[in-house]
């Protein structure tokens, strides 16, 4: 059973912005915070962004901060990551994350479930 499903990865230039989904099963949606990874060849699975379960508080990567943006649509129980002004950089497959706890929503440790992962290319 998929509990959490990414889509709309793709290969795009750099300055252009792309959105990522992520639909969770309702228990997981409901119950954990949510958030995005991304990783590399090579390098580890690194922090992106999260929303705490009550959809008010958000943390991001200075990599990303002012660039991306995160949101929810708790009817469809989807998060939404919004990436503007990409860089290459900012290529890798991104990850769909259910967190447990708030103290370690940076840490890929921290995560309860994974997403399958989409494929962001930015080239320059």
């Known amino acids: 059973q998929v509990q959490l499903a990414e889509s709309g990865g793709g290969l795009v230039q750099a300055g252009d912005s792309l959105t990522l989904s992520c639909v969770a099963s309702?228990?997981?949606?409901?119950?954990?915070?949510m958030g995005w990874f991304r990783q590399v060849p090579g390098q580890e699975r690194e922090f992106v962004a999260a929303?705490?379960?009550?959809?008010?508080?958000?943390v991001f990567a200075d990599s990303v901060k002012g660039r991306f943006t995160l949101n929810r649509d708790v009817a469809t129980n989807t998060l939404v990551l919004q990436m503007n002004s990409l860089k290459p950089d900012d290529t890798g497959v991104y990850y769909c994350?259910?967190?447990?706890?708030?103290?370690?929503?940076?840490?890929?440790?921290?995560?309860?479930?994974w997403g399958q992962g989409t494929q962001v290319t930015v080239s320059s």
């Open positions: 309702r228990r997981i949606f409901n119950n954990n915070h």
């Open positions: 994350a259910a967190i447990g706890g708030w103290a370690r929503v940076r840490s890929a440790g921290g995560v309860d479930y």
């Open positions: 929303l705490d379960s009550s959809g008010t508080i958000s």
